[in-house]
T-cell receptor
Framework: AQSVTQPDIHITVSEGASLELRCNYS??????LFWYVQSPGQGLQLLLKYFSGDTLVQGIKGFEAEFKRSQSSFNLRKPSVHWSVAAEYFC???????????FGKGTMLLVSP | KAGVTQTPRYLIKTRGQQVTLSCSPI?????VSWYQQTPGQGLQFLFE???????NKGNFPGRFSGRQFSNSRSEMNVSTLELGDSALYLCASSSGVADGSLANTGELFFGEGSRLTVL
């Protein structure tokens, strides 16, 4: 069975500082990996995805993530945060060729002035 | 292209009642998935429909059911509501190809959800 761990429930970052949100997955083969963002009262928006190839993937809003097979990780990064990115972030894993995703419990990002 | 539309956005029910939620996927998408989101359990997969057939199912009791129509619109129903069913119910659509096909990217597009409160 696949699973996702997001070790940080809350993270507070100062505006303008860099950001890294951690994600570790458990899956027997090479997975599909995703990061989604959810603003209050909204659905989930896809930030970026990894299917294969280059392990550093770029997404929307200046986010990037790196797939590290040896560490079973897919951490999300952003070099400089703006208050507008405060939201909840979810990492998800899926099996190649299937539409069902397993989500982590999420990391709430707070941005301080 | 219009996104995923869920109705109603908010609803309040009492224990023992039943509820039906509706989801219209992105035009051309054939797969619709439902997820339950609660503060304690996070996002949990309910079921997925593809071409009017339930293709995958999560670990929820039989009180939770769904269906998909020929136009790909989907409904989910919860009968005999319990307090613990209070949640945000999210619908997601994907382009939809056969399970196991590498053309199936697993990329989901979510609606804004239906917030159910059970009193």
């Amino acid at each position: 069975a696949q699973s996702v761990t997001q070790p940080d429930i809350h993270i507070t970052v100062s505006e303008g500082a860099s950001l890294e949100l951690r994600c570790n997955y458990s899956y027997g083969a090479t997975p599909y990996l995703f990061w989604y963002v959810q603003s209050p009262g909204q659905g989930l928006q896809l930030l970026l995805k990894y299917f294969s190839g280059d392990t550093l993937v770029q997404g929307i809003k200046g986010f990037e993530a790196e797939f590290k097979r040896s560490q079973s990780s897919f951490n999300l990064r952003k070099p400089s945060v703006h208050w507008s990115v405060a939201a909840e972030y979810f990492c998800a894993v899926g099996a190649r060729g299937y539409s069902t995703l397993t989500f982590g419990k999420g990391t709430m990002l707070l941005v301080s002035p | 292209k219009a996104g995923v539309t869920q109705t109603p956005r908010y609803l309040i029910k009492t224990r023992g009642q039943q509820v039906t939620l509706s989801c219209s996927p992105i035009s051309g998408h054939r797969s619709v998935s439902w997820y339950q989101q609660t503060p304690g359990q996070g996002l949990q997969f309910l079921f997925e429909y593809f071409s009017e057939t339930q293709r995958n199912k999560g670990n929820f009791p039989g009180r939770f059911s769904g269906r998909q129509f020929s136009n790909s619109r989907s409904e989910m129903n919860v009968s005999t509501l319990e307090l613990g069913d209070s949640a945000l119910y999210l619908c997601a659509s994907s382009s939809g190809v056969a399970d196991g096909s590498l053309a199936n990217t697993g990329e989901l597009f979510f609606g804004e959800g239906s917030r159910l409160t059970v009193l």
